[in-house]
């Protein structure tokens, strides 16, 4: 794969996106561990290959979903995992190291994402500090957020982990559904980069799209078509209210 993206949002569903029935995720490997101290196991076992559109003929995504979300056994999956288990010793940690090296031998992505939805929790530390090389936080510019952004931005700056695995996480910032202003693009940029505390090669922006945005809203009143394109429905979801998020990127040259 070109890009490896990982779903470690197990309480999220990933969206636009249907995995075929009976899929296994991630959190079936971490079960394992955690019932019997299990290595995690090949990684095209819970691999799936993502259809795109491009024009690179070589381009490949491959998605390592969190699990299937819409099996019956799912949320009984979710209820038996325990981080603090998980995370009792040191033992967690390296079964998050060998798995991030099975997807580098197996795979060889130039880029692996991964989804961790929040900072702040075990799963959340594990993306931001233990297996990024980069941090990547989606914020919109409400106070909550920017309050909230900023923490997190400190957190993976002065993380124990990333030092005692003698690394330094860098972060990015975007900020989203920003309306792109016609001028003065540089003022709005130095406004946000004083709100969030970063430097200005360090932040970016997602301009919202008034366009999408009606037609978002006029889809989610339309109850007559309940089913639209999957093609269709992902653009729309792409471009939904992002108040808070974070990606994490490890990349093949580092």
């Not at 941090?135 to 920017?146: K, P």
């Amino acid at each position: 794969s070109d890009v490896c993206s990982s779903d470690l949002g197990v309480d999220s569903k990933f969206p636009g996106f249907k995995l075929p029935e009976g899929q296994l995720g991630l959190i079936d490997y971490i079960l394992r561990f955690q019932r019997d101290g299990s290595a995690p196991g090949p990684v095209d076992e819970i691999l799936c290959r993502v259809p795109i559109s491009s024009p690179r003929q070589d381009c490949t995504v491959g998605l390592i979903p969190a699990g299937d979300y819409l099996a019956t056994d799912y949320c009984a999956k979710l209820n038996e995992l325990n981080w603090a288990e998980v995370f009792s010793d040191e033992r967690g940690v390296v079964f998050f190291q060998l798995f991030l090296e099975r997807i580098k031998e197996e795979l060889s992505p130039e880029v692996l994402v991964i989804d961790s939805r929040t900072g702040f929790s075990e799963i959340g530390g594990l993306c931001t500090q233990q297996l990024a090389d980069e941090t990547v936080i989606l914020s919109s510019l409400a106070s909550e957020s920017v309050k909230m952004t900023r923490h997190l931005a400190k957190i993976i700056r002065e993380s124990e982990i990333a030092r005692q695995l003698s690394k330094e996480v860098e972060t990015k910032i975007v900020v989203c559904r920003v309306p792109k202003p016609s001028d003065e693009v540089d003022k709005l940029k130095a406004q946000c980069c004083k709100k969030f505390g970063v430097d200005e090669t360090k932040l970016f922006f997602l301009f919202s799209c008034p366009g999408l945005e009606r037609e978002e809203f006029v889809a989610m009143l339309d109850t007559q078509k309940e089913e639209r394109s999957e093609e269709h429905t992902s653009e729309l979801q792409s471009h939904s209210f992002i108040s808070y998020a974070v990606f994490c990127l490890t990349k093949k040259n580092i």
